[in-house]
């Protein structure tokens, strides 16, 4: 007389030592498909991002200069963009030098 165990997600009965379940968790996965290089890129994200701070600041300075509060954010905002798209370019050329301390991935 053998222990026989119920499989809790569908009530089946399976004998004691045999896991149907786990077997099938431990087949890997197809790898996904790489994605295309101009989905990849962060350039012009990062670009785009930044034009739309800059272009916010123009706007607030133009139409609504007493808002500082806003004019400060927009500044900001573009000041930010352009020193993270310098650090960007400056991991970037390391990965390219072949840096042991760059971020892996950016070259291209």
């Not at 379940?21 to 890129?41: H, M």
């Not at 960007?88 to 892996?104: I, K, P």
């Amino acid at each position: 007389m053998g222990c026989w165990r119920v499989s809790v997600g569908g009530g089946v009965v399976f004998p004691a030592g045999s896991l149907p379940d786990v077997a099938e968790q431990t087949q890997s996965l197809p790898a996904p498909p790489a994605l295309p290089a101009r989905l990849a890129d962060p350039v012009p994200a990062i670009a785009a991002g930044t034009g739309l701070w800059i272009v916010a600041f123009l706007v607030v300075l133009i139409f609504f200069r007493a808002e500082t509060t806003l004019l400060w954010t927009c500044l900001t905002g573009g000041g930010l963009g352009v020193i993270g798209y310098g650090i960007f370019r400056w991991q970037r050329s390391a990965a390219r030098r072949g840096s042991r301390t760059a971020q892996q991935g950016l070259v291209e």
